[in-house]
C-alpha cells in the first residue's frame, strides 16, 4: 500500500455564517476520508480572521499571514463581512487581499439546477440549467485603481475616480481557461459577456482578444453578449448556455442571478484558482456572511460543501468529488432542505444527511 496522503488545508470561516457552512464542509470532508480507510487525510488549521479579529487588532488577518498561508495546499472559506467594519475594508483586507497576492486569477462558479429544489425559471428539467461562469479575479473593474477627493474643492465638490484595468494578458488567459474548460463539457460552447458598446476601451480589448482566441477552438461555440442582454438570457433562455466568461464586476453579478435561479444564493459552490499552481487556490460558497440569519443553524450548506467538492478536484480526487455531489443531490431530493430552499430543516440536519447519502 502507498503512503497516506495529507492534503493541509486552511480554513478560514471568518465573519457570519462562514461559522457554520465552514464546519459543514469540514464535517463532509472528514466523514469522506475516514471512508478512504486512510488512503489520504486532511489536516485542518483554522484561522481566526475576520471582523471580529479586526475589532480586537485594526487588522482583517495577521501581519504574516499571507505568508503562513503559503505553505498550505488550498485554503476553504466561508464568508466576510459584517454590519460593525466598511464592506470595502473588511472585504479588500482578507478575501481580495488573498485572491489577489496567490494570483487566483480564475474565479470558477457553477450553476445548476438541484433536485427537489424549485427554481424561479420553473423549467424544471435539469438540462436547461446547467452552466459555469467564469470570472476574471484579479483585474478589470476590482483593480482597487482610482482615488478620492480629486477636484481638491472639498464637500459637495467631492469627484472620484474607480478604474477599470484590462491588460491583454490578463483577458487572454481567463478567456482560454474558459474555451479549456468548455472542451470539458457536454455542450461545447463559450458566451463571453462585455458592456463595450458603452465601455470603449477595456471591454472592447476584451471582445478582441476573444475572437482571436476563439479561432484556436473551432469545435467550441461562441458568442458575444452585452451584459444587459445576458442578465435577460439567464432568465429567458437558460438552455442556451454552457461556460459563460466575463470580466471581474460582470460576472460577479451574473452568478449571483445564476444562484438565484438554481434556488438560492445558498446553493453555489465558487473556486478561486491559481491555474499554474504556484500558489495556494481558495474554495467557497458564493454567498456573503448573511447577518440577518448569522448564528442560528439555519444557513443552507450545500454551497460550501459544493465547494467543498470543487476543492476534491483541484487535489485530483474527481471520484471523491463526484460522491459528495451525488450525496448533495440525493439529499436535496430528499427533501432535506434548509429554509432558503423552501424547506424547515436546520444546517446540521442537512450535513447530517449529505454525510448519510456519502455511503
Ligand atoms: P456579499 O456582499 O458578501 O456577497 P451580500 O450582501 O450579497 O454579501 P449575503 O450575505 O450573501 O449578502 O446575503 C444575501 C441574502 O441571502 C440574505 O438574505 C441571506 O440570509 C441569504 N443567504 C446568504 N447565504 C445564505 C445561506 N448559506 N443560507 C441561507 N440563506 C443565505
Ligand atoms: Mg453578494
Redesign the pocket.
Known sequence: MSAPRTFRIAAIPAD??GAE?VAAGRAVLDALAQSSGGAWTFDWTEFPWGCGYYEKTGRMMDEDGLKILEGFDAIYFG???WPSVP?HVSLWGLRLRICQNFDQWANVRPVHFHPGVTSPLRKADDTALDWVVVRENSEGEYAGLGGRNLSGRGPGNEVALQTSLFTERGCERIIRFAFDLARTRPRRKVSSVTKSNAQQYGMVLWDEVFARVAEDYPDVETESVLVDAMSAKFVLHPEELSVVVASNLNADILS?LGSALAG???LAASANLNPQRRFPSMFE?V???????AGLG????I?AIGSAALMLDHFGLADEAARVRKAIERTTASGVL?R?VGGTAGTDEVVAAVIEHLA
Open positions: 457570519g455564517v457552512v464568508a466576510v463581512g464592506d449571483d438560492s444564493l445558498g460558497p454567498h456573503g456572511s448573511a447577518p440577518d440569519i439555519l444557513a443552507n450548506p454551497g434548509t432558503d
